[in-house]
């Protein structure tokens, strides 16, 4: 027999189910549960394009150590989805635990002989505690999570709090569910544990890992972010996985930017007829003065690319948030990828270069968001946000959200009426102050002075149309100098040594962080030492190719086939890519700490093994 | 051409409006497209409403797509900021303007190319949202800029300059403007002045989305025999359904008219529209009545002018959005952020 699992505060659960079920609320309360003990976890919701029928799971990583990216493997299977029994089952990691609906006998080859069974006939108990269906449905899950509680040790009261919390005023459903909960736990003391049943080797204990850490999801930072970041027009159209970007935005505008006494908005929310006309919007908000986003996903910044090259063109700030998903085409809508880094980078035809920036986290969302504002507005030019599903739709344990109460936005450069009347000169587009960024007036400042006409159409520094190839070259250098100031203004990578001194770098951004982080860890411990540098931006700052230059060989890690920023790292700044090994994680789900270990390993072994003399051998 | 700069200097003489300004003030660049181009008739009767109601010249913003049509915008209102977007997508960037600033004046230009083919969703849209502007559409059912291509408003039968006969159903503006909800609909002749000025006039002071399908012969590509957009055809086929005879900020001065002939409609800046009816019945403020006959006088050929439908009470899409009377980007910190208080506070929500 195998050995059990026997694990305190570090182990994955993985809850299978139906969607349309009710089971989310249920897995939920589960993880949050966990986090109330004071134990870190990370909840990852697998879903599909769908509202009810079909496959869906939550995966829970409970980690003390604060390890909040996936670890890989499952050490307990809740399978509560006869669909998809089979590759449950098949997933548990040997030793671990199967915990099911034994309402219904299986047969024993449905069953691994390396793996603890924890039969619960839920669907007998809730047939014969309720009347209603709908009761037996919803309770099925709670009694579940009651089970669960007591073979892991999680204290009853933590739930039941959790319970008073959600069911405030509703004292009805309070007290069912708590009924329904210790009906689970009752049922699992006297069946399910030691000495009558096989018991879980998986137990909660508590501590206090979790600090003043908020559990939070990206797309409502991200929202709240542009709140503060002082946005009042939000164009969008909907798209899993960003319309709860625009949702959670409505939801706290109408929070903090409705006038009590007179009911006025100072926001304007407006639920376009597509993605083009988003962004269209965006784009006259922009050149009018406000500050303005639009949150999509890939097939909405392909139809937006025109627009894109407009603003970049034209000079106009516009913020664009891409919850990245699963492409090409349709893709996997409900899966996550970072594979829009060149289509935004270089979205538009022609000569273009977008601003792009990485949150590792809902932390870093909110505060990117605010930032991308500010940037759009000094730069005026395209800024977006790139997160994914894995940020924006899952909820992450975050550092508290920070702001400054003297915190200003940053408006750029918009020349006053006064300034006008001054008789400051006006040239829409002439590099005055050498970091290739213009002066820009705002329609009805000035009765005579500083109008201008707005074009995608060349023109010379003063906006006037203009055909000429010197008038062109200038204009598109002085976006290349722009750029180069954006690379100064960007959020700078963060840059992490090893404990030893290495030949050997790793390149990683976004979501791949808290995976990342594990990684790191585990692979210090097998001697196998790694700088490591998040990217958070690009333009790159000069950092990135100076920590390229320190390291004969720099991995780059990231969630697309095509080593997306790889070919971004290459083409900017000219490197060898036989110096960037690519390490690509793109099944949509999110990246593992194991599947980095392995891939690092792998390749440092084969470096290693090389023949002596050559290149490759050389710079292991 | 357009560096050919126009003389600086004004005839000390020259009639200043209410807010000091003179005609001259209200025009732009000279024009670049072809000799006799109806378009440049809609500009003068752009710069000859804007002068004659007293507006600002830097208080009008002014928008277009691509195409003949969307060039204009540089041939008029030169003290007023200009954008021209991308083809067919004025309506988005005009919106997003307007939901930034909602105390300019936006004006919209496009062409039967620009507005009935790539950008028919747009036009669509913006009319149901009620977005307050001036929506004009230089319609001449052909595509200029790129020689002489049908466009979607062209008559089935019609025929291009080749003699090709046009196979498809055009695209009526004006009844999709009706159905879709646009509260001041009107249709005009660019070779009536007479006619367009006042019905931009109403536009301009109209409280919601207006709009104005305006037929504009292509003398070069679409004012043949055979073209049912020609000068000729249009001029024998026009058939107006009112005149607005005036719009006057003083009601007051208005002499009572007789029953039945006139109706006068109050604008939201005070002004009043008055209407005299050329045909007996026809009520401008009845959508459903103007849609038919619409179709009726279509069906027999006819190209019904005027302004053929006004709702005087409209409201625009900031009413429906409860924006704030300050325009959103006059709005700083104090006033759009909620600050590190209810940050912690919205932070100990989350634990």
Not at chain 1, 70 to 95: F, H, I
Not at chain 1, 312 to 321: D, G, R
Not at chain 1, 517 to 546: K, N
Request: with cysteine.
């Amino acid at each position: 027999m195998t050995q059990r699992v026997e694990a305190v505060n570090d182990f994955v659960v993985k809850f299978a189910n139906v969607n349309g079920s009710g089971s989310a609320s249920a897995n939920e309360l589960f993880a949050k549960a966990i986090l109330r003990m004071g134990v870190p976890v990370s909840p990852r919701n697998i879903f599909p394009s769908n509202i009810q029928g079909l496959p869906t799971w939550y995966e829970v990583r409970v980690s003390e150590a604060g390890w909040l990216g996936r670890r890989g493997g499952v050490d307990l299977m809740v399978a509560m989805n006869p669909q998809t029994w089979k590759q449950d089952v098949a997933e548990v990691e040997p030793g671990g635990y199967l915990f099911y609906d034994s309402t219904r006998p299986l047969p024993e080859s449905a069953f691994r002989k390396d793996i603890t069974v924890i039969g619960m006939p839920v669907t007998a108990i809730c047939n014969a505690t309720y009347e209603d269906s709908r009761q037996r449905q919803l309770f099925k899950n709670i009694m579940v999570l009651g089970a669960l509680s007591a073979l892991m040790d999680i204290d009853a009261s933590v739930i039941e709090k959790l319970f008073s919390d959600q069911y405030r005023g509703k004292e009805k459903l309070l007290e069912s569910n708590v009924r329904a909960l210790h009906a689970g736990r009752e049922f699992a003391r006297d069946h399910l544990s030691p000495p009558r049943g096989p018991g879980l080797g998986l137990r909660v204990r508590r501590a206090e890992a979790v600090g003043d850490r908020i559990f939070v999801d990206g797309n409502s930072a991200a929202a709240l972010g542009c709140v503060y970041g002082g946005a009042t027009v939000c164009a969008w159209y909907p798209i899993t996985p960003s319309s709860s970007v625009a949702e959670a935005f409505q939801k706290y505008c109408e929070k903090f930017r409705v006038n009590p006494e007179t009911g006025e908005h100072r926001y304007a929310i407006v639920q376009a007829e597509d993605e083009i006309a988003s962004i269209g919007m965006v784009t006259g908000a922009g050149w009018n003065g406000a500050r303005a986003f639009t949150a999509t996903s890939g097939p909405g910044v392909s139809l937006m690319t025109e627009f894109i090259g407009l603003a970049y063109f034209a000079e106009i700030p516009v913020t664009i948030i891409n919850v990245q998903r699963g492409g090409p085409s349709t893709g996997m809508p409900t899966r996550t990828q970072q594979a829009d880094i060149l289509a935004c980078a270089y979205a538009s035809h022609g000569d273009t270069k977008h601003v792009l920036l990485f949150p590792q986290d809902p932390a870093e969302c909110f505060d990117f968001a605010a930032t991308s504002l500010d940037l759009a507005d000094r730069l005026q030019t395209p800024v977006f946000l790139m997160t994914d599903l894995d940020i924006g739709m899952n909820q992450r344990l975050a550092q508290p959200l920070a702001w400054s109460d003297e915190r200003r936005y940053d408006r750029g450069k918009v020349m006053t009426a006064d300034e006008l009347e001054a008789g400051k000169e006006f040239a829409r587009y002439k590099d005055v102050d050498g970091d290739g960024i213009p002066w820009r007036t705002l329609p009805g400042t000035h009765a005579s002075k500083g109008a201008y006409f707005t074009r995608g159409t060349t023109r010379d520094p003063y906006a006037r149309y203009s055909e000429a190839g010197a008038d062109y070259i200038y204009n598109v250098q002085r976006l290349l100098k722009k750029f180069a100031t954006a690379a100064t203004l960007v959020p700078a990578p963060v840059v992490r040594n090893a404990e030893q001194k290495t030949r050997l770098g790793v390149l990683y951004f976004g979501s791949t962080a808290p995976a990342m982080d594990e990684a790191l860890h585990t692979l210090a411990g097998q001697h196998v030492h790694l700088d490591a540098m998040r990217l958070r931006a690009f333009p790159f700052p000069a950092s990135v190719a100076e920590f390229i230059a320190a390291h004969e060989q720099v991995f780059v890690v990231e969630q697309n086939r095509d080593g997306q920023m790889r070919r971004l790292l290459v083409d900017e700044l000219e490197i060898d890519p036989k110096r960037l090994p690519p390490v690509l994680h793109y099944d949509g789900t999110p990246i593992t700490a194991r599947f980095i270990t392995q891939a690092i390993t792998e390749r440092v072994l084969a470096l290693a093994v090389s023949p002596k003399g050559t290149t490759q051998g050389e710079r292991a | 051409m357009t560096y050919i700069t126009k003389p600086k200097l004004h005839h000390p003489s020259l009639e200043r409006n209410a807010v000091g300004y003179t005609r001259r003030d209200y025009e732009g660049k000279v024009s670049t497209l072809c000799a006799g181009c109806g378009h440049d008739s809609v500009s003068a009767a752009i710069v000859q409403a804007a002068w004659e109601l007293d507006i600002a010249p830097h208080r009008v913003a002014k928008l277009s797509g691509i195409g003949c049509s969307s060039k204009t915008p540089d041939y008029f209102l030169g003290a007023s900021h200009g954008f021209n977007t991308v083809h067919g997508r004025m309506p988005s960037v005009l919106t997003g303007a307007n939901l930034a600033n909602r105390e300019l004046l936006y004006l919209g230009v496009s062409g039967d190319g620009d507005s009935a083919s790539i950008g028919l969703g747009q036009f669509a849209h913006s009319m149901r949202r009620g977005v307050r502007m001036v929506y004009i559409v230089e319609n001449n059912g052909v595509y200029g800029l790129t020689k002489g291509q049908f466009s979607a408003t062209a008559d089935r039968g019609s025929t291009s300059k080749k003699g090709v006969p046009n196979p498809d159903a055009p695209v009526d503006m004006v009844a999709m403007a009706l159905q879709l909800g646009a509260t001041y609909v009107a249709r005009s002749f660019s070779g009536d002045k007479a006619q367009m000025v006042p019905l931009i006039k109403g536009a301009i002071t109209h409280g919601g989305a207006a709009f104005i399908d305006i037929i504009s012969p292509c003398v070069t590509f679409n004012n043949h025999l055979g073209s049912t957009r020609s000068y000729d055809y249009v001029r024998e086929h026009n058939e107006a359904v009112s005149r607005i005879d005036f719009i006057d900020p003083a009601p007051e001065q208005i002499a009572e008219p007789a029953p039945g002939e006139s109706i006068d409609l109050p604008q939201p800046d005070g002004s009043t529209l008055r209407l005299r009816k050329l045909h007996a019945g026809y009520d401008p403020t009845d959508r459903a009545r103007a849609m038919e006959y619409l179709m009726a006088q279509q069906a027999k050929g006819e190209i019904v002018s005027g302004l053929l439908y006004v709702d005087p009470d409209a409201g625009d899409l900031h009413q429906a959005l409860k924006t704030s009377a300050r325009p959103l980007n006059a709005l700083g910190e104090a006033e759009l952020c909620p600050g590190t208080a209810a940050l912690a506070k919205l932070n100990a929500g989350l634990r």
